[in-house]
Nanobody
Framework: QVQLVESGGGLVQPGGSLRLSCAAS????????MGWYRQAPGKQRDLVAY???????SYANSVKGRFTISKDNAKNTMYLQMNSLKPEDTAVYYC?????????WGQGTQVTVSS
């Protein structure tokens, strides 16, 4: 079973930037469509961006133009560059297969946008 480990979260002021990483224990990014999800307190987990095996990307309207998803197949790692962060981006961020999860969820990484 592949394990996913998210990192890179933190506390940032509105307008700031963060770069999240998703490290996988196996070589999956060349074969699967993978995505970043987020879950705010009291809300469901939503898909915010995904990247297909050949590199095609898609974004939720709420993050389009601000977030960029990328991956490095050789490093078994996926990234989420988040710019122009807003308080409503505050959530725990997870990675998994998209649009439906396949692997056990990791611990996620907390992103808090606050002044």
């Amino acid at each position: 079973q592949v394990q996913l480990v998210e990192s890179g979260g933190g506390l940032v002021q509105p307008g700031g930037s963060l770069r999240l990483s998703c490290a996988a224990s196996g070589s999956i990014f060349g074969d699967l469509t993978m995505g970043w999800y987020r879950q705010a307190p009291g809300k469901q987990r939503d898909l915010v961006a995904y990247i297909a095996s050949l590199g095609i990307t898609s974004y939720a309207n709420s993050v389009k133009g601000r977030f960029t998803i990328s991956k490095d197949n050789a490093k078994n790692t996926m990234y989420l560059q988040m710019n122009s962060l807003k308080p409503e981006d505050t959530a725990v961020y997870y990675c998994n297969r998209a649009p439906r999860a396949l692997f056990d969820w990791g611990q996620g990484t907390q992103v808090t946008v606050s002044s």
